[in-house]
């Protein structure tokens, strides 16, 4: 029972366009919402976050969206750059769990 | 750098027999955890430390067990390895524990193959 969807196990985008990547949970106790990139061969590395308290964060090229209602969060990335290829991994914590729940990730491809 | 180091890197072992994955950290930590992740899979967390406080997931299975000598190291020991264990092991530390900036910290995890 996933509690973290990404319903995209890949996305293919061009150099320099916008980036969308999605992700749908089902836990109403989650409180807090992380992104994380991975590239072969390397542990995860912390990318975003947003708490539930809020509904949209930025940090230079990169934006998280959250709409609580739908269960919803999606990362942005404006504009997106081949160092952006990479998996993406979503997750979240709550319910005073101390560890995250995560999602499958989803496979983000630049192309020039 | 302050880091998560994971070895080895890569571990084959045989069927039954018993296996040791490593996690060190610079960052001093409190919280240390275990993440298992299978091929195309998301992480799943197996057990994490707060302090010397172990704290087990509900259906991490008993042949899965871990230490914690001291804050910079943790250990996950697989007392008899089944080809169902083979997978990413990842370890990851956070300064807090369910703060509201609970930030954790991966290594680069450890590839287990089971013979």
């Known amino acids: 029972d996933q509690q973290v969807k990404q319903n995209s196990p890949s996305l293919s985008v061009q150099e320099g366009r916008i980036s969308i990547l999605n992700c749908d949970y089902t836990?109403?106790?989650?409180?807090?919402f992380l992104w994380y990139k991975k590239y072969p061969a390397e542990g995860p590395t912390f990318l975003i976050s947003?708490?539930?308290?809020?509904d949209k964060n930025e940090d230079g090229r990169f934006t998280v969206f959250l709409n609580k209602s739908a269960k919803h969060l999606s990362l942005h990335i404006v504009p997106s750059q081949p160092g952006d290829s990479a998996v993406y991994f979503c997750a979240a914590r709550g319910g005073g769990a101390d560890g995250l729940t995560f999602g499958k990730g989803t496979h983000l491809i630049i192309q020039p | 750098d302050a880091m998560v180091i994971q070895n080895p890197r890569y571990q084959v072992t045989q069927f039954g027999k018993p296996v040791t994955l490593s996690c060190s950290q610079t960052l001093n930590h409190n919280v240390m955890y275990w993440y298992q992740q299978k091929s195309s899979q998301a992480p799943k967390l197996l057990f994490h430390?707060?302090?010397?406080?172990?704290?087990n997931e509900a259906d991490t299975p008993d042949n899965f067990q871990s230490r914690r000598p001291n804050t910079s190291f943790c250990f996950l020991d697989i007392r008899s390895p089944g080809l169902g264990d083979a997978a990413m092991y990842l370890c990851?530390?956070?300064?807090?524990?369910?703060?509201?900036?609970?930030?954790?910290?991966f290594g680069p995890g450890t590839r287990l193959t089971v013979l």
């Open positions: 990851a530390t956070s300064r807090r524990r369910r703060s509201s900036y609970n930030e954790q910290f």
């Open positions: 836990n109403s106790m989650f409180d807090y």
């Open positions: 430390y707060y302090d010397k406080d172990f704290n």
């Open positions: 947003i708490s539930s308290i809020k």
